[in-house]
Every structure is written in C-alpha cells, then in structure tokens.
T-cell receptor, first 109, second 113 residues
Framework: KQEVTQIPAALSVPEGENLVLNCSFT??????LQWFRQDPGKGLTSLLL?????REQTSGRLNASLDKSSGRSTLYIAASQPGDSATYLC????????FGTGTRLTVIP | DVKVTQSSRYLVKRTGEKVFLECVQD?????MFWYRQDPGLGLRLIYF???????EKGDIPEGYSVSREKKERFSLILESASTNQTSMYLC????????????FGSGTRLTVV
C-alpha cells in the first residue's frame, strides 16, 4: 500500500524567507502528485498538480518538483508571506489518492 | 472552475441517528470520493464511485454506506451514527482519466453526541 510522508510536521519561518516542504512516497506507480493547502477548519485547495510524465510545475511563488525514481517531491515557496500560513498536504494519485499528514506552516510577520 | 459543494458546513447529530452527507459537483466528473480527516491520522478514504450506481470500498468503509443515483451527486450515509464518527468529512471529484487532479469541497464538520 502507498505510504506518503511529509517532513517536517511543522515549520515556522520569518516573513520573506524562502522555504522547502518535503514529501516522499513508497510506490512510484502514480498517475500524478498534487499539493494542497488547507486553512484551519476548511477544505482543501489545490495548489499544483504534477502529472507523472512531468518533473515540475510552477504557479506564482510556488514551485513543485517530482522525482518518481526516488519517490520524492518538494514544494518551494519563495518570499514567504503571513498569508501563506496553513497546512500543506501532498497526495499521490494512483487508483485513489493517498495523502501525507501535512506540514503546518507558520510565517511570522 | 469545477465546484464541489457539500450541503452542510457543520452538523450535530445524536448517537444512533441516520445521517446523510450530500456532495454535488458541477463539471460532469466520473469519479467521486468521500474522505474523513482526523488529527494525526490525515485523510482516509471511506468510499468512492467511478460511475452512476457504482461504488467501491476505501480503507475505512465500516459504519458507512454511499449512494450515487445521479452522476453529479454522491451521498455518504451513516446508518447509525456513533461518537467515533465525529470528524471532518471531505468530498472530492476528478475526471475519468486519473492523471487529472482532484477537486475538494469545503468539508462538513460532523459532531455526534
């Protein structure tokens, strides 16, 4: 069964810093990898989708990479802002979607 | 943009009640999913459906059932609610080709007392 791990579980950074969130998965037979953002008590908002044939995707200050052979993905956030404070979840899609438990990010003004 | 709408943001139900959680998507997606999310456990798949009237068990189907009579609507049913079903429930949909991403609803926070 696919297992998805996110490290660190929590991260605090001062505003303006660049940061990297990590995601690893055990089974490389995936259709895609998706990064989500979740604010407290809310649903999931999709940030980036990387299809299995792709190596990275960018949206604004966010860049996600995918290395299927090593079972890793990273989410890079440039010039962090207090509004980026949220929990970030990665999920890998095969027949279903398998989630990590997330990284709770706090950006300190 | 595709929308996935969950009918209730918050619900409080009594133990033993039959509970219906409704989810509607507006982009003709074939696949729909129900997850529950609990602190420290992450999101866990309860049931999913690849077509009308079709359903498949996920990782934690016990105590739940589902109904998909129309393509746009996927209902999660708690036959007899129990306190251990207190959780955040999230519905999602995706197109038939699974290389495409998932879209989630805003969630239903269910409390069983």
């Amino acid at each position: 069964k696919q297992e998805v791990t996110q490290i660190p579980a929590a991260l605090s950074v001062p505003e303006g810093e660049n940061l990297v969130l990590n995601c690893s998965f055990t089974d490389s037979a995936i259709y895609n990898l998706q990064w989500f953002r979740q604010d407290p008590g809310k649903g999931l908002t999709s940030l980036l989708l990387i299809q299995s044939s792709q190596r990275e995707q960018t949206s604004g200050r966010l860049n996600a990479s995918l290395d299927k052979s090593s079972g890793r993905s990273t989410l890079y956030i440039a010039a962090s802002q207090p509004g980026d404070s949220a929990t970030y979840l990665c999920a890998v899609g095969a027949n279903n979607l398998f989630f990590g438990t997330g990284t709770r990010l706090t950006v300190i003004p | 943009d595709v929308k996935v709408t969950q009918s209730s943001r918050y619900l409080v139900k009594r133990t033993g009640e039959k509970v219906f959680l409704e989810c509607v998507q507006d982009m003709d997606h074939e696949n729909m999913f129900w997850y529950r999310q609990d602190p420290g456990l992450g999101l866990r798949l309860i049931y999913f459906s690849y077509d009308v009237k079709m359903k498949e068990k996920g990782d934690i189907p016990e105590g739940y059932s589902v109904s998909r009579e129309k393509k746009e609507r996927f209902s999660l049913i708690l036959e007899s609610a129990s306190t251990n079903q207190t959780s955040m429930y999230l519905c999602a949909s995706t197109e038939g080709a699974r290389a495409y991403g998932y879209t989630f609803g805003s969630g239903t926070r269910l409390t069983v007392v």
